[in-house]
């Protein structure tokens, strides 16, 4: 049995050790609760922009002419480009692991579905975290830093203009984004999200959850009703007019839409690299409080024990004098 | 009446600025300051720093810097996705003024070769040049009223 000076070292040891994972969980909250409401914001532009792309590329489809080359799928993959959205620091669970975990499945499917024996993949980062993708034997491209919490769009332009960049010279002929989706504070999803060529008829699925349920109230009534005047059941019906062109419009907004959709894709892995976090300290919190309950027991049994032995011992020696 | 109301919504990344009925409303796009009446046709137009000034179905005047972004004009809606965009209400003419000032200096700094965003300088002079304006207006429409 340990001595009691031992135990006590551990008990000791064991309550810093809680002091500190209650220290970060209570900033992982304070973090969290930003991250979330700066998702949120996001929300209603990311999906405004969205609806004006898919009446554009309507408008287009309707003339039968094709407007924009990041609007057309490429017949023959072989390369594809991943941003990888991990976070800087670890102590947050299974959050990094299973974004990659999630990559990695989703490029075996890939490889397995494709008629092509091989398909490329190569990554761009953004946080620290994502280079445990390189140990999979993943060529990596590109590491951009990341803040811990992410303001302005102007953050991810340098990514969005690399990919784009990257897609039109043929190097890549399609752009998947991975981050992970914030449902709610206790769940995150990770997710592999096509960002280029921007596809039209699978709206939904690019714009992840954002928009598509009301779970943290959001304003959607009014694209709800967009949706349902304009686009009705996806014909268009009227001609745009465009200024000054087609072209010029669409050569700003796209590359915008795209900026927005990592921007929203980055917000998202925040709130949920935040609150995976909290989870993961609020754990590791009452872990350590068990823990030292346990310990304090033992070191009572021990203590216990050593007067038991003392006594006994005190005992003996009196009746030897007897 | 409602035919003569448009449902207009302004939205940047980070807020919706504002969402209102209105009756008409005035944006500077690439191909010079356009007028949107109920009943235009569906356009769509990249939107230059400035003024956008729209009235409202209670007959108000809301003034609005912008710096830069989309207008998508629809049946009978209007939707700008700006890059700022700020009610001239909320904006402060002295702290607007400082920022231009700030700005100004900034350029004078990146002309003399220092490692400053050219592109970048100008951008928020011109966005500041914008608020300035929307102040502006929205001063001279309500000292008339």
């Known amino acids: 049995m340990a001595s009691s000076r031992d135990i006590k070292n551990r008990i000791k040891s064991i309550g810093n050790t809680k002091k500190i994972t209650r220290a970060m969980e209570m900033v992982a909250a304070v973090k969290m609760r930003k991250a979330v409401a700066a998702a949120l914001k996001t929300r209603t532009y990311a999906n405004l922009s969205w609806l004006t792309v898919l009446n554009l590329s309507r408008a287009g489809n309707g003339n039968h002419q094709i407007l924009h080359r990041l609007l057309t799928p490429r017949k023959e993959i072989k390369k594809v480009g991943i941003i990888l959205i991990t976070s800087n620091r670890g102590l947050c669970g299974g959050f990094n692991t299973a974004i990659i975990n999630k990559v990695y499945e989703s490029i075996k499917k890939y490889q397995s579905m494709g008629e092509q024996a091989v398909i490329e993949a190569e990554f761009v980062l953004i946080g620290k975290k994502g280079v445990a993708i390189h140990q999979r034997g993943h060529k990596i491209m590109a590491d951009f830093p990341k803040l811990d919490l992410a303001s302005e769009v102007k953050e991810v332009v340098p990514v969005a203009n690399l990919v784009i960049h990257e897609y039109l010279n043929g190097q890549y002929d399609k752009v998947l984004v991975a981050y992970t989706d914030f449902i709610s504070s206790a769940k995150q999803i990770p997710r592999v999200k096509q960002i280029l060529p921007i596809e039209i008829e699978q709206a939904d699925e690019y714009l992840g959850i954002v928009g598509q349920d009301s779970r943290l109230g959001i304003d959607k009534e009014f694209i709800q009703d967009k949706e349902e005047k304009h686009l009705p059941s996806g014909k268009f019906n009227y001609e745009y007019v465009f200024e000054p062109s087609p072209a010029e419009v669409l050569n700003e907004l796209l590359p915008r839409l795209i900026e927005i959709q990592l921007y929203q894709a980055l917000l998202e892995s925040n709130a949920s690299e935040h609150s995976a976090r909290l989870a993961a300290m609020h754990q590791a919190t009452q872990a350590a409080g068990d823990m030292v309950g346990e310990l304090t027991l033992s070191f009572n049994k021990a203590r216990q024990a050593g007067i038991t032995a003392e006594i006994a011992e005190i005992s003996a020696g009196a009746n030897a004098l007897l | ?145």
Not at chain 2, 44 to 60: E, F, T
């Open chain 2, 1 to 145: 009446m409602s035919d003569n109301y448009i449902k207009f919504e302004i939205v940047t990344p980070e807020r919706v600025v504002l969402k209102e009925e209105i009756s008409q409303i005035t944006v500077p796009t690439k191909m010079g300051e356009i007028t949107v009446l109920p009943n235009h046709i569906p356009l769509v137009s990249s939107l230059l720093p400035g003024v956008i000034h729209a009235k409202k179905k209670n007959g108000q005047d809301e003034i609005m810097s912008i710096s830069g972004g989309f207008l998508e004009v629809l049946k009978d809606k209007v939707v700008i996705l700006a890059d700022t965009a700020e009610r001239a209400e909320e904006l402060d003419l002295a702290k607007v003024e400082e920022a231009h000032r700030r700005a100004a200096e900034l350029k004078e700094k990146a002309r003399r070769g220092e490692n400053i965003d050219f592109t970048e300088v100008n951008a928020a002079i011109e966005r500041e040049l914008a608020r300035t304006k929307a102040i502006k207006r929205w001063r001279k429409i309500k000292n008339l009223e």
